[in-house]
């Protein structure tokens, strides 16, 4: 099984969608907080679907994407160097781990995974460009080497 796919999620607040839209339009604030829940929710779901299982890619992929998105970072990168660990020729599993180490302040690493990823065929640059887990590094030289301008 494959790691999670990048991280690619929709701006709740954006208004669209069936909790964006019409007067029953939701409060940001609680669109913000659902989605919170929702993460929260999987990190929790995946982390004991993970019990007895603990080399399954795609459900540590799964879990790293769950906890990154509730700022639990330092666990997400925990389990993205797992991912890699168990999967060091995917381009996908070396992407998600320089997001990982591009939010908790590992910036040379987070560009040597970047490179890494790149090199095994990693090829969605428009993603990269505009990821914000990798904000940190965009305006390193070298990031804009491997994908071009921001």
Do not use: K
Request: glycine share 10%; proline share 7%.
């Amino acid at each position: 099984m494959s790691p999670a796919p990048p991280h690619d999620d929709a701006d709740p607040s954006s208004g669209a969608g069936p909790l964006g839209d019409g007067p029953l339009r939701l409060d940001e604030r609680l669109i913000a907080a659902l989605d919170t829940i929702g993460h929260e929710f999987q990190a929790d779901f995946f982390a004991r679907a993970l019990i007895g299982r603990d080399d399954d890619v795609g459900l540590l992929g799964d879990l790293a994407h769950a906890l990154t998105r509730v700022g639990r970072h330092e666990e997400g990168l925990e389990i993205d160097r797992r991912v890699v660990e168990l999967a060091p020729e995917d381009p996908t599993a070396h992407y998600n781990l320089a997001c990982s180490l591009s939010l908790t302040g590992s910036h040379e690493e987070a560009l040597a995974e970047l490179t890494r990823a790149v090199d095994l065929g990693f090829s969605d640059h428009a993603l990269a460009r505009t990821d914000p887990d990798l904000e940190a590094v965009r305006n390193d030289p070298r990031f804009g080497e491997l994908f071009g301008g921001a």
